[in-house]
């Protein structure tokens, strides 16, 4: 029985090889694809340091990595850099066997010219909720239905209030596509649950609604230095 098995899980084990890099090479063709449709140029690895800009979602897991980042001008006028992000988080059983849980999102960033504080708009969730527990505290605002939908942390509190004003909560309630944005100095950055290269059009034609309809107070208080 033991001459069976054993042959059998080294045939599993390279079945699982083989597919992980085909789904990851269908990936990488399908995004370099989207970036030749749209006048874009493909990277399949991050070469600008995505990681290290200063976004919440890229400080979270214990590893983390870009890969597959398209950039360019959107529609000839608005410089964008799309990509998919990862992170792990490492656990380790009684008997010392380490194991990875991977998390993966589609993102799209821009630059605005502005100096803004960091500021999160999360989904409501589990983590959200772990993260009130412990005193990071969400900011609450007149919509109920924004409130149950979002979580929002802010570096400065009145930021906050500055950026969601009634328009911008109105629009984000109702034109709800399950995404979740960070504003940070002069990066906006819009993400959700990996999806199909063809998602990335959505995700960066919304970052781009949400970036027009910051209000003008917003800017005016928080310009660029010079």
């Known amino acids: 029985m033991e001459t069976l098995i054993i042959p059998l899980i080294v ?10 890099y085909y789904l ?8 370099a694809t989207f970036a030749l449709q749209n006048g874009l140029t493909f990277s399949a690895e991050d070469t600008s340091g995505i990681v290290g ?3 919440a979602l890229f400080s979270r897991g214990d590893g983390r990595g870009a890969e597959n980042v398209v950039s360019g001008k959107w529609n000839t006028k608005d410089p964008v850099t799309a990509f998919d992000y990862w992170y792990y988080t ?3 059983d009684s008997k010392g066997n380490r194991t990875r849980s991977y ?3 589609s993102c799209a960033t821009i630059d605005v010219a502005a100096a803004f504080p ?3 708009i999360a989904r409501e969730g589990v983590f959200t909720w772990l993260a009130d527990r412990v005193g990071l505290e969400d900011i609450e605002f007149e919509s109920p239905e924004f409130n ?13 209030f500055e950026l969601l004003d009634a328009r911008m909560l109105r629009w984000l309630v109702d034109f709800d596509q399950g995404l979740a944005f960070e504003v940070a100095g002069n990066r906006m950055l819009a993400y959700r649950k990996r999806h199909g290269a063809s998602g990335m059009m959505p995700l960066i034609e919304t ?3 949400f970036r027009e309809r910051i209000p003008r107070v917003a800017w005016n208080l928080y310009p660029l230095p010079g």
């Open 11 to 20: 045939l599993v084990a390279i079945g699982g090889i083989f597919l992980s």
């Open 24 to 31: 990851k090479k269908k990936r990488r063709d399908e995004m």
């Open 53 to 55: 800009w200063p976004f």
């Open 90 to 92: 490492e656990s380790t």
């Open 103 to 105: 998390q993966r999102f």
């Open 118 to 120: 960091h500021l999160e």
């Open 148 to 160: 149950r939908r979002y979580n929002v942390k802010a570096q400065e509190r009145r930021f906050a």
């Open 207 to 209: 970052l781009l609604m």
